[in-house]
């Protein structure tokens, strides 16, 4: 008999406990601010609805922008995103614990801004475009996305940037862009004039409507910087 119960008590425990893993993963990236329209399919839904400042996404969920419209996405730690008119993008990766930062986003058009805090976790932050994917951590940068061409420029730190088609990549460290291309060409980066910078830096506030994001789940937060890692401006290349 006492076997059975304590057999019945794991049981509960872990479903409890699965519980609050799920609800705390549902709440790890939230909607802070919109501006114009902005709509949410959220999965398994094919219906788009309007997006509403503190809304969560999780896990297959889509988002877009209207003409003149734009986002701002936040997670726990402060880190976020911001998409400009026109853009698309769905969620592909979502796991935010105190054992690692996982976040994988697919872009299909449009424009896209990511500010991502280092962290003492393991962390991995991606982003898919039709040509190109983007690895970051702990940095700031820059995305277009028009038809078959993806642009990037890093604001801080340093991107991974890697042609999908033909596996070429570069580092493309702080104020530098490079461009991706469908025939597997990626240009090497070039530094930008400060006019050039500008236009990749102007334009991106939506004026956040919703209040801080709180974590659903009380303990203790992660210490963050907001430093980008130490590297030179040099450009690096690799072809596999």
Request: with cysteine; proline share 5%; charged share 20%.
């Amino acid at each position: 008999m006492k076997t059975i119960k304590f057999i019945a008590f794991f049981i509960l425990f872990f479903f409890l406990l699965s519980q609050t893993m799920t609800f705390a993963q549902e709440s790890v990236l939230r909607v802070t601010g919109t501006s114009g329209t902005v709509l949410i399919k959220i999965y398994p839904s094919t219906e788009w609805k309007d997006a509403t400042a503190g809304q969560e996404l999780n896990q297959r969920d889509e988002l877009k922008t209207g003409l003149d419209s734009k986002v701002a996405l936040e997670f726990p730690d402060r880190s976020g995103i911001t998409l400009k008119s026109n853009s698309e993008i769905s969620i592909e990766e979502l796991v935010w614990d105190n054992m690692a930062h996982k976040v994988g986003i697919n872009m299909n058009s449009g424009e896209l801004r990511t500010i991502i805090k280092k962290v003492n976790t393991p962390s991995e932050f991606k982003v898919k475009t039709p040509t190109a994917i983007c690895g970051a951590r702990g940095t700031i940068f820059y995305l277009r996305v028009l038809a078959y061409i993806t642009s990037l420029f890093a604001g801080e730190g340093y991107v991974d940037f890697i042609n999908t088609i033909s596996n070429k990549s570069y580092t493309v460290v702080e104020g530098m862009m490079s461009i991706s291309n469908i025939d597997g060409t990626i240009s090497e980066p070039v530094r930008l004039s400060d006019p050039e910078i500008e236009g990749w830096l102007s334009g991106w506030e939506v004026g956040a409507v919703a209040e801080p994001y709180e974590p659903p789940v009380a303990g203790e937060e992660a210490r963050t910087e907001t430093i980008a890692p130490e590297v030179t401006p040099e450009r690096t290349a690799s072809d596999t």
